[in-house]
């Protein structure tokens, strides 16, 4: 089932108030973000993420009491695999544009 408007899902939402149907706004800015911008908050968080790990490991060598070791092994974890999904991702764009620039 196709919903052609918001005005529609806005009608179905009266008459079916429990559907769980909901309308979101999207603001003026998120709709004007480029994917140059969602790539680069992309990685400014895997960044960020790295940094955690490296901050947690060197409380964890010079204070061992102040931090949990299951705390730096998750950090570690989440870190690991925003990398590889980093990875992939420019893997695939890399390929992807190969292939477009080869085809013309």
């Not at 089932?1 to 706004?25: Q, R, T, W, Y």
């Not at 895997?46 to 204070?63: F, P, W």
């Amino acid at each position: 089932m196709k919903i052609e408007s918001i005005e529609s899902v806005s009608k179905i939402e009266k008459i079916f108030p429990d559907a769980g149907l909901k309308v979101n706004s999207v603001s003026k800015s998120e709709s004007s973000k480029t994917f140059k911008d969602y790539l680069l908050s992309a990685m400014s968080q895997m960044n960020d993420q790295q940094i955690k790990v490296s901050n947690l490991g060197e409380q964890l060598i010079t204070d061992p009491d102040s931090v949990d070791v299951h705390d730096v092994m998750i950090s570690v974890a989440k870190a690991k695999s925003s990398l590889n999904l980093a990875q992939t991702v420019i893997d695939r764009l890399v390929k992807g544009w190969s292939e477009i620039t080869t085809t013309r």
